[in-house]
């Protein structure tokens, strides 16, 4: 079946710190990907997604590229932020309205 | 522009209770899937709605039901609560285009205790 794997966390950085947020996926066909953030005490916004493959999302700083070889969908961020302290998921989609999430890496910044 | 709302934030209910969670999508999307959120299992999709019909559906027991009005409003209500039913229930509204480019939009969710 389908499936999203994430790396476990938490991740603590430095601020400026590189971020790197693995995520695996297991799907028939050709998924669309997503990422989604959910800061405390919040719902989940959408970060960035991406719908075929090679295909890069962006948002933020934060950027994934689509890797229908390696099945990967890693979220990237050059220099982190204090204010990027949240908790993130992958997710893809293949059917209307049913997102699979992976089960979150917690990210915190410190200054 | 109104984002997803729902209702209440909060709720404490006893075992064997029922509840029933409210969501009011953007004004223009019809679709309205609804999750649940728990320390263990992660964000599990329970079902979606569009156009006052179950389009899809996680798997979850029959406690769990859900329905829409014409107004793409939802409504989920959980029948004969379990402890293991403390969870964060998350609402996500969506316009009707293609599964491929869908874009949810997440409520900040209802935080049931089941006690």
């Known amino acids: 079946g389908n499936s999203v794997t994430q790396m476990e966390g938490p991740v603590t950085l430095s601020e400026e710190a590189f971020l790197t947020i693995n995520c695996t996926y297991t799907a028939t066909g050709y998924p669309s990907l997503f990422w989604y953030v959910q800061y405390p005490g919040e719902g989940l916004q959408l970060l960035l997604k991406?719908?075929?493959?090679?295909d890069k999302g962006s948002n933020k700083g934060f950027e994934a590229t689509y890797r229908k070889e390696t099945t990967s969908f890693h979220l990237e961020k050059g220099s982190v932020q204090v204010s990027d302290s949240a908790v993130y998921f992958c997710?893809?989609?293949?059917?209307?309205?049913?997102?699979?999430f992976g089960k979150g890496t917690k990210l915190s910044v410190k200054p | 522009k109104a984002g997803v709302t729902q209702t209440p934030r909060y709720l404490i209910k006893t075992r064997g209770q029922q509840v029933t969670l409210s969501c009011s999508p953007i004004s223009g999307h019809r679709s309205v899937s609804w999750y649940q959120q728990t320390p263990g299992q992660g964000l599990q999709f329970l079902f979606e709605y569009f156009s006052e019909t179950q389009r899809n559906k996680g798997n979850f027991p029959g406690r769990f039901s859900g329905r829409q009005f014409s107004n793409s409003r939802s409504e989920m209500n959980v029948s004969t609560l379990e402890l293991g039913d403390s969870a964060l229930y998350l609402c996500?509204?969506?316009?009707?285009?293609?599964?491929?480019?869908?874009?949810?939009?997440f409520g900040q969710g209802t935080r049931l205790t089941v006690v």
């Open positions: 996500a509204s969506s316009s009707d285009t293609s599964p491929r480019t869908i874009e949810a939009f």
């Open positions: 991406a719908t075929k493959a090679d």
């Open positions: 997710a893809l989609s293949r059917s209307q309205g049913n997102l699979i």
